[in-house]
């Protein structure tokens, strides 16, 4: 595929539920993004790795958050425990790495999970 | 305590005009900024960005122009075609970390 895909493009559970969501990068592109975007704001930061490992992690929210990518190329967010608060639109995007300089990220089209 | 502000919910210009789009920012070590573009139930996508270093870059019908002074920059779209109708995001590189505003929606009006 051409662009970053992400897989449910719905997610609905119950409070308590552990969620996974799926994020397929542009193939090459070593970075990749995941943020979190409720309803009337920009996306926020959660997490960014570099090839395997996840260079920055400080935006996670709590230890209920984690992210994986264990062959460089597709990552799994997991979300344990899920409360109400968790329901937003998770985005995950890609950039291949230069020196120097952000990169243009590009975005897949999201996961809109729920939490009821 | 939000460190890139996108002050206008909305933003309604005829179709043909000008269309101006505004962001301000805090943090002075910001070294790069970027604009994106979000239609409904679709990811971002990356329009123009910005060094710091920079007062203006243009590409095509778009420019983006920075007052480190003022931390601020806007978005010049000229001219406003229907196809632009949409939500824009002005967005801060802080160590790889994109820092985002709210978003502005702009409506081009046939």
């Known amino acids: 595929g051409a662009g970053v895909s992400q897989t449910p493009s719905n997610k609905v559970t119950e409070k308590g539920k552990y969620v996974e969501l799926r994020c397929d990068p542009i193939?090459?592109?070593?970075?990749l993004y995941w943020y979190r975007q409720s309803l009337g704001q920009g996306p926020e930061f959660l997490i960014y790795?570099?090839?395997?490992?996840?260079?920055?992690d400080s935006g996670l929210p709590n230890d209920r958050f984690f992210a994986v990518r264990p062959e460089g190329s597709v990552s799994t967010l997991k979300i344990q425990r899920t409360e109400r608060g968790d329901s937003a639109v998770y985005l995950c995007?890609?950039?291949?790495?230069?020196?120097?300089?952000?990169?243009?990220?590009?975005f897949g089209p999201g996961t809109r999970l729920t939490v009821l | 305590d939000q460190q890139v502000k996108q002050n206008s919910p909305s933003l309604s210009v005829q179709e043909g005009r000008i269309s101006i789009l505004n962001c301000d920012y805090t943090?002075?070590?910001?070294?790069?900024f970027l604009w994106y573009k979000k239609y409904p139930a679709e990811g971002p996508t990356f329009l123009i960005s910005?060094?710091?270093i920079k007062d203006k870059n243009e590409d095509g019908r778009f420019t983006v122009f920075l007052n480190k002074s003022a931390k601020h920059l806007s978005l010049h779209i000229v001219p406003s075609q229907p196809g632009d109708s949409a939500v824009y995001f002005c967005a801060a590189n802080s160590n790889y970390q994109l820092i985002w505003g709210a978003g502005t929606k702009l409506i081009i009006k046939p």
């Open positions: 995007a890609s950039s291949s790495s230069l020196a120097g300089g952000p990169h243009e990220q590009f």
């Open positions: 943090n002075s070590m910001f070294d790069y």
């Open positions: 910005i060094s710091s």
């Open positions: 790795f570099q090839g395997t490992g996840a260079a920055d």
């Open positions: 193939s090459g592109h070593t970075a």
